[in-house]
């Protein structure tokens, strides 16, 4: 059995290398119980060497960007609670703006009945989604493809964008904070997040619990106010606080059965 400084570093290549680690794998794979893990993560945060997040840990200034694939599998619940309650918020008639990105392509499955509704995006999880909606009016905005990502960024796009407006944006995010705004991998998609918020009457942005406060990556998309925070009810309410505090409503999304 390997020492607890060997697992932890351990631990923390883990975390580098893939992301998120589960609790529960961690202990599978140390033959540990999971309060150890917890422990091991408690000190690794308290080095400032990794991030706590909702049942595991991410790497601090290491964190490579994971795929959509990836992420579609993460905090699956979380999203789709997050994503009945902002399709509560749109009305027939209305032109939105649907961002890229794994919990925005959860609140596109749940649009798919809607009628009378225009849609612009430049997600391909979005497109496949929306795709056979007869009700649902879809324009796609094109440029270079972000193969990490499946969407659209650069120019192309941010041309688009520029000639349009919306009545609600729903916008993804690889982590929030309240005094930075929205994290992400690559600067061409802050860029088109800020056009999309700009262009828009009510801006939304969708965030599991897991991903407020983190800053893994060094991009950055500053909204001005109002905007509206729309995630789950594993949020810490001091975290929630943060963005009430700087002026940002908050949404809690309750967990509850995924429908079919």
């Known amino acids: ?14 975390a580098v290398t893939t992301g998120l680690a589960s609790v529960e794998d961690l202990s599978a794979r140390f033959g540990v119980t999971a309060s150890t893990i917890r422990r091991d993560l408690a000190r690794l945060n308290g080095q400032g060497r990794l991030a706590r997040t909702y049942g595991g840990a991410m790497a601090l200034g290491a964190h490579p960007e994971a795929s959509l694939r990836q992420r579609t599998g993460e905090a699956f619940e979380e999203k789709h609670a997050i994503a009945r309650l902002a399709a509560a918020l749109v009305g027939r008639g209305e032109s939105i703006m649907l961002d890229a990105g794994s919990t925005v392509g959860a609140l596109a499955h749940e649009l798919r009945s809607f009628e009378d509704l225009f849609v612009t995006t430049p997600g391909i999880n979005t497109l496949q989604e929306l795709a056979d909606s007869e009700g649902v009016t879809i324009d796609c905005l094109g440029g270079r493809m972000r193969s990490l990502s499946q969407s659209f960024v650069g120019p192309l796009a941010e041309a688009s964008l520029e000639r349009m407006s919306f009545d609600r944006a729903f916008i993804g995010a690889d982590a929030v904070t309240a005094d930075s705004g929205i994290c992400e991998a690559d600067h061409a998609q802050t860029r088109l997040k800020e056009l999309a918020a700009r262009r828009s009457e009510h801006v939304y942005v969708l965030a599991h619990s897991a991903k407020l406060g983190l800053r893994p990556f060094h991009a950055w998309t500053r909204l001005p106010l109002p905007w509206t925070l729309i995630t789950d009810d594993g949020a810490d309410p001091a975290e929630i606080a943060k963005f009430q505090d700087t002026g940002v409503s908050v949404e809690v999304a309750r967990l509850g059965p995924w429908p079919q």
Do not use: N, P, V
């Open 1 to 14: 059995m390997a020492t607890a400084s060997a697992r932890r570093e351990e631990i923390y290549h883990l």
